[in-house]
């Protein structure tokens, strides 16, 4: 089973037709790859479609907007692999999952 | 339809809101000098119109869904089709269905159809922002009580 990162990094590749093996854990989505918002949404919802999860984009943008946070803690891919285990671990816990 | 006004749609016939689905009306005018160019001698509904139609069939399904607490601005189009010649005077019958709703953005997928002829497809993507202005809320409410937008269908939980 591929791990999280390979997972969006697939989709990121697919996505945003950037070259799979420029994609890499340490990549920011925004800084090293170029995704803007609008390719954004089409990888968010990849990714909420494949994990089963929605992705908090809102929430992460006002914590990133207050100083609350740092796009390094998002959009490193594999930050953002760690918070997508986070929200399904979350999901898996919760009442009736 | 009032092609001038972009007001596509003119009639809400359904919205199931368990379902996350809504079914509209949008009667083409017979005559409209948009006819006269697209095309002389063979005057068809233009793509991007078709594809707008579906737009706002959709955006009043996300309207319903989100109780208009936001507004749905298109974003994307994925795999738009225009499967058949919509002639002046047709009446197109549009069905949209929630695919998705992310954190801000929502995904439908939306079909029209002339009788029981598909004509046009598509995947859209939506932006979801507060409604950036007063007066455009008033004209939504406005425009949903125009077209018979279930209101009873948003203030029942």
Redesign the interface.
Known sequence: MSSTFDQIANIIAETCDIPRDTIKPESHAIDDLGIDSLDFLDIAFAIDKAFGIKMPLEKWTQEVNDGKATTEQYFVLQNLADRIDELVAAKNAAPGA | MDIDYFRLIDRIVDLDLDEKKITVEAQVPAVHTIFEGHFPGFPIMPGVLLTEAMAQSSGWLILGVLKFERMPFL??VKEAKMRGFVSPGSLLTIEAKLE??????A?TKVKGRIGKDLKCSAEL?F?LAPFPDPALRVHMDAMANKIGFPLQAITHD
């Open positions: 974003a994307i998705h709703e992310g954190s801000g953005f995904v993507t932006g």
